[in-house]
């Protein structure tokens, strides 16, 4: 049994050199402690961390189908219920499992009220498949589905926003979270927990293989996402909306795309107009205030 | 004669939901199936089951809820019908494979398109081969019974497999018949509470369901071969036990009747069987020697018990309400194979028909008796027929009419 002193990540799994997803894995299942459940469907966290006859994870792991997260999260909350278990129960799942195949049953089992802590690891894309387009992927970027060519130019639709989906169920707390502010992230975690309904954690996961950026940087590359004011740290709890973060100085976009070979192929022009959009969004905060209007993380 | 109460097939099962004290029930609704989540949620609402009921947005989540709801130790029950199984289909391998004791009522209903509401047996036998067990219920009766003979089967350790409950769509769904709606302390006797698991203990955390290599992929499929095949005894012995302390045989693999000088036998799955049984009765009385098989576990297939009872036969019908296209009728290819390498053996014939709703009627009936007479008697005749098809516009007759 994992303690906060042992492992709940213990090594041996076989997820690529600088994945953010085990990152987060580490900092979510050690703010939530040893009386957790996860489920785990379809997606890198399941590919990598749950290998026969190895097991990754100090805590219970209950695998599931691509689409399933919350239909399994739905299911054990009431085996729970009808036992008298008192357990945390985290569903941990890329945004492939959540913003396409899986939004129906999260949807369900969100506007159902059931008591869990979702969290959508981001990492743009199906990558453990191969780097393919996700509903989560950012416009403009090359994946191995929209790979350009003569008649085609790269992903040209803008991704779904899956905070704002997910706020409009009228959620108890949401919140964005980065792997580069682990304070910021633990103090979520344990606030999705303690909060009585169902909780939703979005976090930006780098994918050194699938974006293209040597796996020393990913933390920074995550960093300069925040700082460049492209991922917006924020949290909404019960109805109230806080910015979490407001970068003071911030950083131009192009620090943040320019390291990633899917963005090679995007020109002065384009930074221009992504760093002109950032910049009036980030006016129009310090002017009228953070509201969930404003876009989050463009390319 | 116990005196029974009026009701469907669905309330029936939703009794039995409600003796056998499932913890969960997690379910979507679809016509003809309703009535068994309607009726349970009521129960709970009126504190009369103390189960969790949970009205999800899917069939896929439905069936997906039921096995993370089982594989934390409690009984857990869904139900559904046609579309419904098929959105399941993912999630029907994955609760076998997982060895999850789950029972699901199956109401039988037609598939789309195009469109049709009323009984056939194509929804359950599409999951044929998804790993779950499946019974078919002759009568309401049946669908109380053999859903509380379905828990013992399925939380058996010799089984842990999920079972589905068969009920024809209409036929049994909608139609009233007297129901014994046995005492609850009686039931408690013959269904204890499932025995605990741990396999989500935080003391012990474990992972499951994950990857593994080719060389344990197999020994996992081994398993639960051999628990299929192992659930053929253990379907047999719940039967004989719930006859023992109900007195109503409405289990185990087979039903028979009439088949020991029998000339033709029907084999069938389902309420079918009661219209023939009558069918038999009036051939009988007119000197025929005509016996019916009602096959009630379709899986495990008892196809030693089943050759056995229609090897003296000279001519068997198989009546399927499915099929598998550009092959056959699923249960006629199975009774066949189940005869082959005998050295004397029945012509297997096989009637396909009742698809939508369609009767399965004394005319139907008596054609197919003309039919076997005429493979007796060694003319030649098709090996198929199709019940009830009309000519094509074009005039066209359909093959094998």
């Known amino acids: 049994m994992a303690t906060r002193e042992t492992p709940f990540v213990m090594p041996g799994n076989s997820s690529c050199a600088g994945c953010g997803a085990v990152l987060i894995a580490r900092l979510v299942t050690e703010a939530i402690g040893p009386n957790q459940i996860m489920v785990i469907p379809a997606c890198c966290m399941g590919a990598v961390a749950t290998s026969f006859p190895k097991a990754t994870f100090n805590v219970p792991v209950l695998r599931t189908a691509f689409a399933s997260t919350a239909s399994f999260l739905t299911g054990l909350e009431a085996s729970a219920k009808a036992k008298g278990q008192d357990v945390t129960l985290v569903g941990f799942a890329g945004d492939g499992a959540t913003v396409d195949i899986g939004l129906a049953a999260l949807s369900g089992a969100i506007e159902r009220g059931h008591s869990f802590v979702y969290v959508c690891y981001d990492n743009e894309g199906y990558m453990n498949t191969g780097f393919q387009r996700s509903g989560s992927t950012p416009r403009g970027a090359q994946t191995s589905t929209t790979p350009g060519g003569v008649l085609s130019r790269y992903k040209t639709e803008v991704r779904k926003d899956i905070a704002k989906i997910v706020a409009a169920h009228g959620i108890p707390y949401l919140a964005t979270a980065s792997p580069a502010y682990p304070a910021d992230l633990r103090r979520k975690v344990e606030r999705a927990v303690a909060v009585k309904g169902p909780a939703f954690l979005h976090i930006m996961s780098p994918c050194p293989l699938g974006w293209g950026f040597p796996s020393a940087q990913s933390v920074q590359l995550a960093r300069t996402a925040v700082e460049s004011g492209l991922w917006k740290l924020y949290e909404l709890d019960h109805g109230v909306l806080r910015l979490s973060l407001a970068p003071k100085k911030r950083k131009a976009v192009r620090e943040f795309f320019a390291p990633q070979s899917r963005f090679a192929h995007l020109t002065n022009d384009v930074y221009e107009g992504l760093q002109a959009e950032v910049d009036g969004e980030w006016a129009t905060i310090e002017k009228e205030g953070f509201s969930l209007r404003c876009e989050t993380a463009r390319a | ?401």
């Not at chain 2, 509470?193 to 994950?210: E, F, K």
């Open chain 2, 1 to 401: 004669m116990t005196s029974g109460r009026n009701m469907t097939a669905t309330s029936a099962v939703a009794y039995a939901a409600r003796l056998a004290q499932v913890d969960v029930v997690a379910a979507y609704p679809i016509t003809p199936q309703t009535r068994i989540i309607e009726a349970i949620s009521k129960f709970v609402a009126d504190g009369e089951m103390k189960a969790q009921f949970v009205q999800v947005e899917s069939e896929h989540s439905a069936l997906a809820a039921t096995i993370a709801a089982s594989s934390n130790g409690v009984r857990a029950f869904t139900a559904t019908s046609s579309q419904g199984l098929l959105y399941m289909h993912e999630m029907m391998h994955w609760a076998a494979s997982a060895r999850v004791p789950i029972v699901m009522a199956n109401v039988n209903r037609a598939v789309a398109p195009p469109w049709n509401i009323y009984g056939d047996h194509q929804d359950a036998i599409s999951q044929r081969d998804t790993g779950w067990l499946q019974l078919f219920a002759e009568t309401n009766q049946h669908a109380l019974d053999m859903t509380l003979q379905a828990f013992r089967v399925a939380e058996d350790p010799r089984v842990q497999l999920p079972v589905m409950v068969n009920l024809d769509g209409f036929t049994l769904s909608h139609t009233y018949e007297q129901v014994v709606v046995p005492e609850a302390d009686v039931v408690g006797r013959f269904l204890p509470p499932r025995p605990p698991v741990d396999w989500l203990d935080v003391g012990h955390p474990r992972t499951i369901n994950g990857v593994v290599s080719p060389e344990h992929y197999i020994q996992f499929r081994a398993l639960q071969k051999d628990a299929a095949r192992r659930a053929l005894a253990v379907i047999a012995e719940v039967g004989d036990e719930f006859a023992k302390q109900f007195g109503r045989d409405s289990g185990g693999l087979l039903s028979l009747e009439q088949v020991e000088d029998a000339e033709v036998i029907f084999v069938v799955l389902g309420s079918a069987a009661s219209t023939i049984r009558s069918m038999v009765r009036a051939w009988r009385a007119l000197g025929r020697r005509v016996g019916v098989v009602s096959v009630r576990s379709y899986r495990p297939f008892p196809d030693v018990e089943l050759a056995e009872a229609v090897a003296g036969a000279r001519a068997v019908v198989v009546w399927d309400r499915a099929y598998s296209f550009g092959c056959g009728g699923p249960l006629a290819a199975e009774v066949r194979s189940a005869l082959y390498g005998r050295n004397v053996a029945p012509v297997v014939l096989g009637a396909v028909g009742g698809f939508g709703g369609a009767p399965i009627g004394p005319a139907e009936l008596e054609k197919a008796l003309e039919w076997a007479d005429a493979a007796m008697l060694g003319r030649p005749v098709p090996l198929e027929t199709w019940f009830g098809v009309k000519a094509y516009r074009d005039g066209r007759v359909p093959d094998g009419n």
